[in-house]
C-alpha cells in the first residue's frame, strides 16, 4: 500500500451517511461549495439507486460548481435518445492548458517523430491519463455511484494529501454510466417493485427483471463485447475519444454474483499473448495497493480467477492492446438495494459504492505515484508496435471481391487507430496476387498489437492453459473460458487476407475512417434497364433499399451470362418499362449509398440462361420481417438480428413476443425469424403457436430459425424440419443404462474406455469455446447465393445436426471436410471431427412457403459480417422462391 491507512476505515461510509455529515474518508473536510449528490438529487451515492440522467446532472453540476477543474465532453448519444458523457478533472494549470496535454498525449501515443530528448521532455511534462469507466452492463449498478463519489471527492476533498498528489500528477477521466438506457430498465424495473421496504430476498420481484433485464443496452448489445466490432454508438464514441486522451491507465467498474466478494486484477489466465509483461506488472502494483486498503477495511476480494485477458471485444482488454494498463473490476451487487448473502448476511448498495469507490481512488493514487515510469512504459510499448521476433509483419486483404466488406472492414481498422493504406493497381504480395484496391496493414506501428490481434487468424492460447483445459473436460469440468477464442476480421467479414513475413515495399495511400464506398456507376442510358450481380452484401444493400423504395425487380434462381459477364444465382434485373418514374435517380443514389455494381442493360437477351421473362426469374418485394422479440428468446442474439437487419440493411423489423404468435394475423408478413431461443425455450412459449406457423409456412410464408433455434424446428412433434441433433460420438446411450441397479460387467484395457464408460449417457458434445471454421455452400440451392467460394461461421455450444436425406430438406451450406474446418481459435479435437461436412444452413420447402434453419446463429454480436448475405438471401430471396398468393 502507497499511503497510510490511518484515517481512511473511520470515513468509508460516505455512501451511506447522511450527505451532511460526509466529511471523513481520508480525514478531510469537504469544501461545502462543492455540491453533494443528496443536495442535488435528494439522496446520498449509496442510498439510492441514481437514475442515469441525475447522473449526468450532477456531473454538470460539478462542473458548474468547479470549472477551472472539471470539464464535461458529450461523447455520444444513444439510441433512445440519451446522452453519454465524461469529466476531465485535473489541477487547475492542467485544465487551463487541455489543448496541450491532448497535443502531448498524441505526441507519445505516436512516439516514432519524437528525438529521444523530446520524450524524456514529454514524459516529464505531461500528466499520467486514468480513465475510469461505470456501468457498462445497465444492470450492474453500484459502479456509477462509486464514479460520482470519486468526482466529488477529487473536487470537494481539502487538505488531502493523496488528492493534491493525483492533481500533481494525474489527469482524470471518470465516464460515470456507460449504458444509459440499460440502466434506465433497470431502474424502472426496480422501482416498479419497491414495496414499503427494500427486500433482500433473492427471489423478490425487484431482484428478477423482466427480459430483456437492464444489462443491455437499446438493441440488447452486451457493450463489454463491442470494442472492436464498433457497432454501437455507446461504443465508437468511446473509442473516438479514447484516441484523443491516449490513456495509461483504464478501469471498467462492473458487478457479479451479490453471492460473490470483489475481484480486480491481475487478471486471470490466459493473457493474450500481445500484452507485455510491464503491463501484467503494473496490475499487480495496482492491486496491491488495493489490498493494503481492503485488509485495514476488512473488505474480502479475489485476484487471478474467472476474468481473463484473451478476448480483444472487452472494455478492458481493448485498452490494453493500445497500450494502457487496463483493468476490470467486478463488485457483488445487490441488484437492487439489499441483498440477503446464504450466510444470511446483508449486501447493500451502499456497499457495492463503498468498495468500487475505494478501487478507483486506490487506482489513481497508484497511477499518480508512478507517473513517470507508466509513461515511459506506455510509450516504449507504442514505439515498439506490433514488431515481433519470428512473426508476421503485415497483413493484406483483398477487395475485388467481397469489396462491401473489406471497405468496411478497412474503414473499421482505421477508425480504431489502426493505420490502414489502400493499393493502386495490381499487386504481387506475400505470395498471392491482388486486384486493384488491395488494404495493407502493417504490424510495425503504435496500434500493431491491436491490427495482429485483429488480423491474425488465431490468437495462440498458452500452451499450459490448453492443457489444462483438456484435463478438466477429461475429468467432467467446465473449461476456464470466459469468451470466444476466435476473432480474426477477415475470417469474420469473408475477406480473403494473407500473412506477411516481409511488410510490402509499396506504400498506399491512408484510408480515411469516415470515407464512403466507392460506386461502379453504369451507363445512366441502359435502354431495356440493369443488373445487379449478386455476390456482396453490398449489392442486397442496394436491392434492398430500391426495393424498399418501390423499384420493380427479379431475381434468377439459374445464373445467366450477357457477353463476358456471368451474373449468378441471385442476381436481379431492373427493367426500366413499367418502373418507376425516378428509376435511374434511384439507382444512382443508392448505389452510391451502398458502393455497389451496377451493369446496364441495352437489351434482354442473354447469351447464356434464363432470360428475365423465365419462371426462373421472380419478383423481388420489400419484406415484411417479423422478429419474436421477448421471453423465450435469447436478447443478446435477438438483439443483434434486429440491428443488422434495421441499421446496416434498412430493414424494418416489427418485433413480436413469442406469446403472441399463436393468435397473431401472420398473413400479413412475408418473413418471421426465430433467434436463438432463451429461457424458458420455444417449447414452452410456442407451445399454442404450433399450427398456426405451419399455416403461415404452407400458404408461402418463409420461416427462418437461427441457432438453437432450430431445435424447436427440428422437433418431430413440430413437424417443420427432419432433423436431427447428434449425441457425442462414443457415448453411451441412455437405454443401454440398466434400471435394475445391476449392469454387465465389463473390462478396461485403457484410460480412453474408461472416459467412455465415464461418459454421461445420451450426452451432446462437449460445448465449444467459440472458433470459426470454414463452411462451404451447395451452389445448386438459391440460399447460397453469393457464396460459390464458402463462408466462415462461429461455432459455439454443442449443437451438431445429423446429415439430412435429399429427398427431405436440402443442405444449402455445410461445414468444411475434417483438413479445413478449423480456421481460427481453438476447438475440442473430437468436437471438430464430428461437426465436420455437417449441415450449417438447411432449407425446406413446405407447401408454397419455405422453412429455413441455421444451425449456428449468423448474427452473433453483429459482427459475423460476412454471412450477413446468407441472412439477406433468406429475408429477400426467400419470398421471391416462395409461391405465394399476392
Known amino acids: 500500500m502507497i499511503r497510510s491507512l490511518a484515517a481512511f476505515s473511520a470515513a468509508l461510509f460516505l455512501s451511506t451517511a447522511p450527505a451532511m455529515s460526509q466529511s471523513a474518508p481520508f480525514n478531510v473536510r469537504y469544501d461545502d461549495t462543492i455540491p453533494t449528490l443528496e443536495s442535488f438529487a435528494g439522496h446520498d451515492f449509496g442510498g439510492e439507486v441514481t437514475r442515469p440522467e441525475q447522473a449526468i446532472a450532477y456531473i454538470r453540476a460539478l462542473e458548474a460548481a468547479a470549472p477551472e477543474r472539471v470539464e464535461v465532453f458529450s461523447y455520444a448519444t444513444s439510441w433512445e435518445g440519451r446522452e453519454l458523457v465524461y469529466a476531465v478533472i485535473g489541477s487547475p494549470e492542467r485544465m ?23 520524450r524524456d521532455r ?20 453500484s459502479p456509477t455511484g462509486a464514479g460520482l463519489r470519486t468526482a466529488y471527492h477529487l473536487l470537494a476533498a481539502e487538505g488531502d494529501e493523496t488528492v493534491e498528489t493525483i492533481f500533481e500528477n494525474a489527469l482524470i477521466i471518470i465516464d460515470p454510466t456507460q449504458n444509459p438506457d440499460g440502466r434506465a430498465r433497470f431502474v424502472n424495473s426496480f422501482e416498479s417493485a419497491r414495496g414499503l421496504e427494500p427486500s433482500p430476498d433473492r427471489y423478490a420481484v425487484e431482484h428478477d427483471q423482466p427480459w430483456p433485464r437492464g444489462r443491455y443496452n437499446h438493441y440488447l448489445f452486451d457493450l463489454n463485447r463491442d470494442w472492436f466490432a464498433l457497432t454501437q454508438p455507446e461504443t465508437r464514441g468511446k473509442v473516438r475519444e479514447m484516441q484523443v486522451w491516449w490513456p495509461q491507465v483504464v478501469v471498467d467498474s462492473h458487478e457479479m454474483s451479490g453471492d460473490s466478494t470483489y475481484f480486480f486484477a491481475p487478471s486471470a489466465e490466459p493473457f493474450n499473448p500481445n500484452i507485455e509483461d510491464n503491463q501484467r506488472r503494473t496490475q499487480e502494483l495496482i492491486g496491491r495497493n488495493h489490498v493494503g486498503y481492503f485488509d485495514e477495511l476488512g473488505y474480502h476480494y479475489f485476484t487471478r480467477e474467472v476474468y481473463d485477458a484473451f478476448y480483444p471485444g472487452y472494455g478492458d482488454m481493448w485498452p490494453t492492446l493500445h497500450g494502457a494498463v487496463s483493468m476490470t473490476y467486478e463488485q457483488g451487487s445487490a441488484r437492487g438495494l439489499s441483498w440477503r448473502r446464504p450466510d444470511g448476511s446483508i449486501l447493500t448498495y451502499g456497499d457495492g459504492v463503498d468498495r468500487n469507490f475505494v478501487t478507483s481512488l486506490s487506482t489513481i493514487e497508484a497511477a499518480a505515484r508512478n507517473r513517470v515510469q507508466l509513461l515511459g512504459e506506455y510509450t516504449d510499448f507504442r514505439a515498439s508496435g506490433g514488431r515481433q521476433a519470428n512473426g508476421n509483419a503485415a497483413a493484406v486483404f483483398d477487395a475485388s471481391t467481397n469489396s462491401w466488406n473489406a471497405d468496411r472492414l478497412a474503414r473499421q481498422l482505421a477508425y480504431q487507430g489502426i493505420t490502414v493504406e489502400r493499393l493502386e493497381g495490381r499487386q504481387s504480395l506475400c505470395g498471392a496476387s491482388f486486384e486493384e484496391g488491395a488494404y495493407v496493414v502493417r504490424y510495425d506501428q503504435p496500434s500493431g498489437r491491436l491490427a495482429r490481434t485483429l488480423l491474425e487468424p488465431t490468437t495462440d492460447l498458452p500452451t499450459d492453459f490448453v492443457d489444462e483445459q483438456e484435463r478438466r473436460r477429461e475429468a467432467g469440468l467446465n473449461a476456464q473460458l470466459y469468451d470466444v477464442t476466435a476473432w480474426a476480421l477477415p475470417l469474420m467479414s469473408n475477406v480473403r487476407a494473407v500473412q506477411c513475413r516481409r511488410a510490402p515495399g509499396t506504400a498506399g495511400t491512408i484510408v480515411n475512417a469516415d470515407g464512403t464506398p466507392q460506386a461502379d456507376l453504369p451507363d445512366m442510358d441502359a435502354s431495356w434497364g440493369y443488373a445487379i450481380p449478386w455476390d456482396d452484401a453490398g449489392q442486397a444493400h442496394l436491392v434492398a433499399a430500391l426495393a424498399r423504395d418501390g423499384v420493380s425487380m427479379r431475381t434468377t434462381s439459374l445464373p445467366f451470362r450477357i457477353g463476358n459477364e456471368t451474373y449468378p444465382t441471385g442476381s436481379v434485373v431492373v427493367p426500366r418499362r413499367d418502373n418507376v418514374a425516378e428509376l435511374d435517380f434511384l439507382i444512382t443514389r443508392h ?68 406469446s403472441t404468435i399463436g393468435r397473431a394475423d401472420l398473413d400479413r408478413f412475408d418473413v418471421i425469424i426465430m433467434p436463438d431461443q432463451g429461457f424458458p425455450g420455444y417449447t414452452s412459449m410456442l407451445s399454442g403457436a404450433r399450427s398456426a406457423l405451419q399455416s403461415y409456412v404452407s400458404q408461402g410464408g418463409v420461416l427462418v430459425g437461427l441457432g438453437t433455434a432450430t431445435r424447436w424446428l427440428s422437433d418431430s412433434d413440430n413437424g417443420f424440419l427432419p432433423m436431427q441433433r447428434e449425441r457425442a460420438v462414443g457415448t453411451p446411450r441412455d437405454s443401454e443404462a440398466s434400471s435394475s441397479g445391476v449392469t454387465d460387467g465389463s473390462i478396461l484395457n485403457s484410460q480412453a474406455e474408461r472416459l467412455i464408460a465415464e461418459a454421461v449417457h445420451g450426452a451432446m458434445p462437449d460445448s465449444s469455446p467459440g472458433a470459426l471454421v470454414s463452411v462451404t455452400a451447395n451452389t445448386d440451392s438459391w440460399m447460397s447465393a453469393g457464396y460459390e467460394d464458402g463462408a466462415y461461421a462461429l461455432v459455439t455450444g454443442s449443437d451438431i445436426y445429423a446429415p439430412v436425406a435429399l429427398d427431405d430438406a436440402t443442405t444449402a451450406m455445410r461445414f468444411g471436410t475434417p483438413e479445413e474446418l478449423l480456421q481460427g481459435g481453438y476447438l475440442w479435437a473430437e468436437y471438430a471431427e464430428q461437426l465436420a461436412l455437417k449441415p450449417f444452413v438447411v432449407t425446406r420447402r413446405m407447401g408454397r412457403g419455405h422453412v429455413i434453419a441455421f444451425t449456428q446463429s ?29
Do not use: K
Open 122 to 141: 514529454l514524459i516529464e511534462e505531461m500528466p499520467i491519463v486514468v480513465w475510469l469507466s461505470y456501468g457498462v452492463h445497465g444492470d450492474e449498478i
Open 96 to 118: 487551463a492548458d487541455l489543448d496541450r496535454v491532448r497535443e502531448g498525449m498524441a505526441a507519445l501515443a505516436n512516439p516514432g517523430d519524437l528525438t529521444a530528448a523530446e
Open 858 to 886: 449468423p448474427t452473433t454480436r453483429a459482427y459475423l459480417e460476412g454471412l450477413d448475405l446468407l441472412l439477406l438471401n433468406a429475408v429477400l430471396l426467400g419470398p421471391a422462391n416462395s409461391n405465394r398468393l399476392r
Open 591 to 658: 448505389a452510391r449509398e451502398s458502393g455497389a455494381e451496377v451493369h446496364a442493360m441495352d437489351t434482354s437477351w442473354v447469351d447464356e440462361g434464363p432470360n428475365p421473362g423465365s419462371s426462373n426469374f421472380s419478383p423481388v418485394i420489400a419484406p415484411r420481417i417479423a422478429l419474436l422479440w421477448g421471453q423465450g428468446t435469447g436478447a443478446t442474439e435477438t438483439g443483434a438480428t434486429r440491428y443488422v437487419l434495421e441499421r446496416r440493411y434498412n430493414l424494418p423489423v416489427t418485433i413480436i413476443r413469442p
